[in-house]
């Protein structure tokens, strides 16, 4: 998979909706101003803190945090902050603020102030995330003067700056500016996230901003956000590991004077945007795991209970993604990773790759030459599609998706070699 | 770690128990007799066929199998047989036979057949296990041919010949032989193992075949092989990965005219020596797992409904493996992995490597340079000692321990390649 972007929906796997167009990366909705600047934490000089700043006096937003009980200081402090009604977000790279205890949650304290100071907004109405390292304490003046540079360079058209400034170890941003056709007019829809290792999100992702210049009430936006993270986010993994750090925000500033309000066509067609938007980014995430090199779009056909931990347990298998890796046809690993989320249940299941059935009722059914070779040759594409039904069935509106990505030796170099 | 076992007992976490001794590892107990041959599969020409037999007219015996809902041939066959009295176990290596249908079924039959024909004995009293590769139809007629060349070279040395021939992907033989002084005489105690990859056994391991001529009878000596497995095939993991194919064998002979009887001194002896064994095998099992240069102990203090996932997660997690195989001290990686396993519940724990504290509370400590360096030091030692305090507490009697491996280069390279 190139690291070039052509076209933002560019997996197979994500159609791009109608109605929808692509905009310069860079442009924010109106009623929003970022940044990203370099206050020196990275040793390579790189961008390593982002501002996002909605304009508008009364904007609706939404939140989502990681489940993980460890969790980072800055999620601690964003609790507590008025998430229906954010005005900003600002977020560092490099360091995650885990671990830190007390002093911690006073640099993450501390950044919050120094922004709402510098906008003259409340403090409870700013957010804060962070991403990188654990367990090292995080430095607070060095951020403070990055804040204060980051105030004096805040631009209508600094999203590529503040999806630049919360990279890890992601090769490319992650990011899109769309423009949504709604009944009476258009809005812009944009999002900035980044990923890369200890990827596999509950409740939301590594760490993902939202921002629309559409008119959405609180409760709705949250609706939406949520739905589209579950349809998302939650639905990729790169190596099963929930971060202490995973946040999403979203903020609409309304600036448009276009309503989305429940209920209507309008909120179908933004609600099908901002999926669309948020999946791409998942899958982005994905494909920029750590070492990724070939992804899979596994779909269980089953009960809901069982469809769930078996498309983890597939998802997850070093012996799966290793195989994946190698553009190795060995099945047999998907059948034993699904039993093994199955105890006492049966194995008796019928698995296809790319809908080439190579096992039916859980037993191998001696593919013929050519059939053997257009499964062999399958493997070896960017991206494979794997299905699995379970026994039983029909099992209608249930089930269970997962997106994955192989495990490679990039990953093993990676993360044998990050923290020394 | 070497492969070259100058005593078996190597492991700085397994003593060898008083009044244990080392006998030859090729040599079997009192009343049995084992062999192994290359019957063709294995395209090396290594052995790939091993039998055991016991020449004893009523033996106990026990078994253990997979819970896997994905489950082998001769796994399914086995649970038919006489379990608590065992004539004889006939094992291939090389095809697991698994996802192979009612083809396979027979084949599995065929070998227990065959066997029960050339001993003589019912065919309800002889059990079956295989190990490799899944999904490919094992061939029935070469493996009967091995089976009558095994009835011809049984021999009461042949302990080392059956380990040989049960070998996968390891490195090295697993096995030992034990003299174990009771009360009023010895007896032997010998098994035999192999592992490498798909580890993470629950309720047995990949395959262990144990041996004695103490006279046991069945209930005392599948408590015993049931307590000793707990704390040891169940205490390890390669790659969280349970095997479609995992099966524990244990036969008394009885030949000694040694009883071990239930509430008495030879049978705590007998249990202490069991474990050992056991113990000593998982470990060497791990030591040997794909591409294995580091050994860790997890212990988890905490209450055992948490201390059990916590300790899978963290020694199931690619992140902590990496660092493992890294020998780097990112300790943040552990806190992750235990935090995710503990949603809602508290992240404030204590982590300590080689007893050196490395936060407490979930708060780093803030090391000086020479604990620093202790910790440093530590991580590069072959096998590493680390302890996780649940908050809350104490925990007296709950926790959990588990033992588990790196992950690295080797792992990847061979599970990317092994079935193309």
Known sequence: MSTRVETFFRSRWVERPPGVTELEPARLPAGFRATGVAYGYKPSGRP??????????????????????????????????????????????????VGTGEPGLRVAE????AVAKGLDVPATRVGVASTGIIGIPLEGEPLLAGIE????????????????AIMTSDQWPKRASLEVELGRGAVTLCAQAKGAGM??????????????????????????????????????????????????????????????????????????????????????????????????????????AAAEPVARAVGNSPLVKCALGGGDPNWGRILQAAGQALLGGSGEMDLA????????????????????????EAMRQPEVEISLKLAGGPHAGEGAELFFCDLGHDYVSFNSEYST
């Open 199 to 304: 990827i596999s999100p509950s409740f939301a992702t590594m760490l993902c901003f939202v921002e629309t210049d559409a008119a959405v009430d609180p409760v709705t936006l949250a609706r939406l956000v949520r739905g589209a993270t579950e349809r998302s986010f939650e639905r990729i993994s790169v190596d099963g590991q929930l971060s202490t750090n995973d946040t999403v925000f979203a903020i609409a500033s309304g600036a448009s004077g276009q309503g989305v309000e429940a209920g209507t066509d309008d909120e179908n067609r933004f609600a099908v945007a901002l999926d669309a938007l948020l999946r791409q980014l998942a899958i982005e995430i994905l494909a920029d795991g750590e070492g990724t090199k070939r992804l899979a779009r596994l779909v269980v056909d089953g009960p809901l």
């Open 353 to 376: 790759i790319e809908s080439i059935v190579v096992a039916r009722d859980g037993v191998e059914r001696g593919l013929d030459d050519d059939a053997q070779r257009d499964v062999d």
């Open 110 to 113: 501390a950044m919050v102030d």
């Open 48 to 97: 390593d803190l982002g501002l996002l700043v909605c304009d508008a006096d009364d904007p609706s937003s939404a939140a989502l945090f990681t489940r993980n009980a460890v969790v980072a200081a800055p999620v601690t402090v964003s609790r507590r902050a008025e998430l229906a009604a954010l005005r900003a977000v600002v977020a560092n790279s490099g360091n995650a603020n």
């Open 149 to 164: 540079q980051a105030l004096g360079t805040l631009s209508p058209d600094g999203g590529a700056d503040f999806a630049d």
